[in-house]
C-alpha cells in the first residue's frame, strides 16, 4: 500500500425527504446562487422542494448549464455571481451540474484568465463554497473535488480541494423521474469509476480491493433493474454504490488508470456521445489490449466479482467479456458503430486530439500511447 | 436503507515515516498536551519520533494513561490542562490512549461535574481539538467521535463530534513492537466492531454489507499472519481495516447491534479481562442465542464471509464456529474458564451489573435482556 492522505470534509444528507435540510445548510448565508441544468427539476418537483427549502433566504438562480457543462455558459454564471456578490453556491442536478458549479465557484474569485484554471491548470486558492442536491447519481462529483468542463474541442478537468461540496444531499427519490438512459449511463459511469481505481496492478491493498469489489458486484447484482424500476431500496443502493465509486475512498494507496476516462473524454468531444457511452466502448479494449499489463489483478477480478474459476487466460478473457455484456444488459451499447460512428474516422480522430492535448503516456504505467488508443478502440469497432 | 447523515472531518496520514506530517498539523497550537500510556513509545522510537516532529513548539507530556483508562488518572491530566491552558493535546497510543484524550478534551473545558460527562451523559459544547499519532489498531477511536472510560465499578462511554480527532497519523511501522497479545487484540476488536454493525437483521443496505464483509475477510486473511509478523503490508493492511471498522462509515444507514460490547464491558469491569477478550467470549454466544432473530445475516455472513453453502442451519451453526475458531487461531481465548473465571459466578455478576446499569433491552431489537446476557455467558463457559 502507498502512502496517503485522506480528508473528506463533504457533509452527505442521505435518504428520502431530505432536502429539507438545506435551510439549516444554508441559514448563515447572505446571498445564494441556484444553478441547475436544462429544467427537468422543475418538471419533477425537486426545485419546488428547493425552494420550499429556501425559504426567507436571499437566493438567484442560473439554469441552463448542459450535459459536458461548457465553459461559456458557465462564465456567464461567473459573471451574475460576481455582480450579485453571491456567498454560497447550491448545485441541483448531476454531475454536469455539479462540475459546472465548482468552475463557477473556482472562477468567480479567480484573479486572472479563468481559462488557465482548465488550460494550465493554475493553482486555485480561493472558492465560494459550495453545496449540492444531487438528482442523478453517476459521478461521485457530490463527494469529490474534481470537475471536468467542456470548450469547444476541449474537455478538460481541475481538482482543488476548495470546491468539495460543504453538503450534499442525495435523496434517491429525486432519480425517479430520470429517463432511463440517464440511469443505465450513471450505472457504467460508477462502474467504470471503480475500474479505473482498481483494475491495475496488484499493491497489496486489501480492504481497498475488497470494496471497490464490493461495489462492482452491487452494480451488477441492481443494474438492469436499477434502470427499469423506481424501488426506492433499488436507487438508494445505486446512488450510495456511485458515491463510494468516486468519493476518493477506494483509491487512497492504491495505482490507478484512468486511460479509458481520457480517451472517452475525446470520444465524447468529437462526437457527442455521452461520457457513460464513451467509456462503455472504450474499457473492454482497455481491459484487451493491457491484459498481461494487468494480468493478476484481471484474474482477481473474474475470480471474486464474476466467480469465475479454471485456467487463468480463461477468467481473463471471460470477465471482460461478461464487463461488456454487463454493459449491454443495462442498454448501454458497447461498439463505436452503435452510435454512427466510423471507426477508421475514429481512431486517426481520437488519437489526434490525444497528441494535441499532450496525453502520450496514459494508463498507470504510462503505456497507453496515441497508438495503443487506436487499438483499443479497434476492438469496439 | 435508513436515512443517515455523514460526516467524518478526521484528515488521515497514512503510511511508513507520516510522523513528521505533525510538524504542519501543529505550527498554528501554542500549547499542546502529549498524552500517552505506559512508556512503550519511549521504548520504540515513537515519542523520539514525535518529539523531534514537535520541535519548536511549546508542548508538555502526560504519560500513564492505562488500558481502560481511568477517570481519577484523566482528572490528572485534566488538572494540567487547565493549568498550562492547553490549546492542543495530542494523544499518542492505542484506542485506550485516544479514548482518554478524547475525555481530557471535552472535560478541560466543561462547566459542571465532569463526571456527568460520563454518567448523566452531559452534553459536551467545547472541547480542545485533538490530534491523534496511532500505535495499535483497534478501535477506530483515530476516526470517530467516541470514547469509553473506566471509573471503579462503572465503564462508561460518551459521543461527541467535538472530539472527532482533528488529524491521525497512522503509520504501520508503529506496531511493530506491539505484544502479540495486543496485534491479536486488535484483530479480534476490529472483527467484532464489523460484526456489530452488521450481523442484525437485513436493511437492504448493500454496499454497507458488502464492505463489511470486505474488511471481515481481510481479516481473516490476514488475522493469524498479522500477528506472528511485522511485515509492512500484513501491518498496513490490519491497520485500514481496523480503521474502517469503526470510523463510521459501515454503519451508516443500517442497524446496529453493539450488545456484545456491552456485555464485555460488564466482563472487563468485574474481571479485568482486555477489551478485546471479553468479545471473544460473548460473540459466539451472542450469535448462537440470537440465532433465529439473526438468521438471515448469519446466512449471507456463512456464505459471503465463509464460503459455506447448503442447509441454512448448517451454514448459521458452521459460521458461528468459524468465528469462534478463527479467534482461538489468533491466540485470544473464548472461554471464560481461559481466564481462571468461574462461569456461575460470572452470570451472576455480570447480569447484575447490567441491571444496575440500566442496560436491560439490549441489541438491535432490544431482546438481549440480562436474563439473555446470562445464556449467552453460559455458551462460552
Redesign the interface.
Known sequence: ??????????????????IP?LAKELQASKKILVTYGGGSIKANGVYDQVVEALDGLDWIEFGGVEPNPQYDTLMRAVELGRAEQVDFILAVGGGSVLDGSKFIAAAIPFQGNTWDILAKRAPVSAAVPLGSVLTLAATGSESNAGAVISRGEDKLDFQSRLVYPVFSVLDPETTYSLPKRQVANGVVDAYVHVMEQYLTYPS?????D??A???L??LI??GPGVVDSTDY?LR??YM??AN?ALNG?IG??VPQDWATHMIGHELTAEYGVDHAQSLAIVLPGTLTILKRQKHEKLVQYGKRVWGLSGDEEDIVDAAIAKTRAFFEAVSVKTRLTDYGIDPDEAYLKVSGRLVRHGLLKLGERGTVTPEVAQEILALSA
Chains 1, 2 share one sequence.
Open positions: 500500500m502507498n502512502n496517503f492522505t485522506w480528508h473528506n470534509p463533504t457533509r452527505i444528507h442521505f435518504g428520502k425527504g431530505q435540510a497489496n491493498s486489501m480492504v481497498q475488497q470494496f469489489e464490493g461495489i458486484r452491487t447484482e441492481i431500496d438508494a443502493n450510495w454504490a463510494a475512498y487512497l494507496g
